[in-house]
């Protein structure tokens, strides 16, 4: 059985997750509105928080949407974006994930979004591990992790057991 160790637990996610608020509100105070999509299901969940913490700091507006595809193979199946293309045209969006590993899944994401004027488009991650093989980066960043490729960075966000941990 491989040994867990735990990273962060929820409360400094949580700090993260608020710091994170203001890198967003600091480079967009601007904005009436910023747009920020969540990837799957933790992406989702991260996006939501997010958008909490920059109600409490400002008067920007935030829209939620959600991303879904196949993170393993995502040239095998199309992207869904539960927004219609009007509703993000030239405006910021931020798409937010748990970790950053290889850069795939972010990369697929942000293809969805190049056919599509925009004011920007920032990535944010909770983890970044640095072993990047696509030209992608993240450009609000909680936390970079040094790890092995070995290594597996595993973030639960719902239950008893909530925080980031590394197997």
Not at 25 to 42: H, L, M, P, Q
Not at 78 to 98: G, M
Not at 100 to 124: D, E
Request: aromatic fraction near 6%; charged fraction near 25%.
């Amino acid at each position: 059985m491989t040994a867990k160790s735990r990273i962060l637990d929820i409360h400094e996610i949580n700090h993260k997750l608020k710091r994170l608020a203001w890198q967003v509100y600091e480079k967009n105070s601007a904005e009436k509105e910023i747009i920020i999509v969540g990837i799957s299901d933790r992406g989702l969940i991260l996006a939501n928080q997010l958008a909490g913490y920059i109600l409490e700091i400002s008067n920007i507006k935030t829209k939620i949407s959600h991303l879904e595809l196949d993170k393993d193979s995502p040239y095998n199946k199309e992207v869904t974006l539960n927004l219609a293309e009007k509703e993000y045209i030239n405006k910021v969006v931020i798409i937010v994930d748990d970790v950053l590993n290889s850069g795939k899944t972010l990369m697929y994401s942000a293809k969805h979004f190049l056919t599509t004027p925009l004011t920007s488009l920032s990535v944010m991650v909770l983890v970044d591990r640095n072993h990047n093989c696509y030209p992608i980066k993240a450009d609000y960043i909680g936390l970079s992790l040094a790890t092995t490729l070995q290594e597996y960075v595993n973030v639960v966000l719902k239950g008893d057991n909530k925080g980031i941990y590394l197997s």
